[in-house]
């Protein structure tokens, strides 16, 4: 392999890891709350399911499903619950 590569190399690497942990980190967030009922961020009781994105495709495997807060209109991810299927 050519030398003049690897510096490239390493900065994919490097991105890629960052992904994987940043996504990592989402999962475990999200599966560590009970149930969705109030928004994080402000605790208002008005939320409902966000419009999924190209990458929340893999977080259904885990179901992991994106919500929004209508009051402050933060997203942030949690378990699927019976409510919203």
């Given at each position: 392999?050519d ?16 992904l ?54 933060k ?11």
């Amino acid at each position: 392999m050519d030398s003049r590569f690897m510096p490239a190399i390493i900065v994919v690497a490097a991105l890629l890891l960052g992904l994987a942990l940043t996504w990592l980190s989402v999962i475990v967030v999200a599966r560590s709350r009970r149930r969705v009922d109030l928004c994080p961020s402000c605790n208002s009781n008005r939320i409902r399911p966000s419009w999924p994105r190209v990458t929340d495709v893999f977080l259904r495997i885990s179901s992991i499903a994106a919500f929004r807060c209508e009051a402050c209109l933060k997203r942030f991810y949690g378990r699927k619950s019976l409510r919203y299927r």
